[in-house]
Nanobody, 124 residues
């Protein structure tokens, strides 16, 4: 079992930055692959970024490549999402997820554990 708690969301102007954190507990963090997804009102949950166990591989949605960076600190059981050059279309609830398999997964069904999410709102 893995418990995930996101933080760092908020209101920011277009062009600004935010850094999201996801703290994990309940299982050896270095043995779980992590991902970030987002869900806007009335829309399906979509993949944002993922990172493997050791943190040497990452994968990004095309819409965030070059603007967002996923990283992890296994000593602190935390995964981060640095979001730069934010756009109004980035507005959504951002959720982190954990998989017991190693890899850089992009599909919802690859992840077993989910956090409750943190709201990110980007104003124009």
């Amino acid at each position: 079992q893995v418990q995930l708690v996101e933080s760092g969301g908020g209101l920011v102007q277009a062009g600004g930055s935010l850094r999201l954190s996801c703290a994990a507990s309940g299982r050896t963090f270095s043995n779980v692959a992590m991902g970030w997804f987002r869900q806007a009102p009335g829309q399906e949950r979509e993949f944002v970024a993922s990172i493997n166990w050791a943190g040497q591989y990452a994968n990004y949605a095309d819409s965030v490549k070059g603007r967002f960076t996923i990283s992890r600190d296994n000593a602190k059981n935390t995964v981060f999402l640095q979001m730069n050059s934010l756009k109004p279309e980035d507005t959504a609830v951002y959720l982190c997820a954990a998989s017991s398999r190693n890899g850089v997964f992009t599909k919802i069904y690859d992840y077993t554990y989910w956090g409750q999410g943190t709201q990110v709102t980007v104003s124009s």
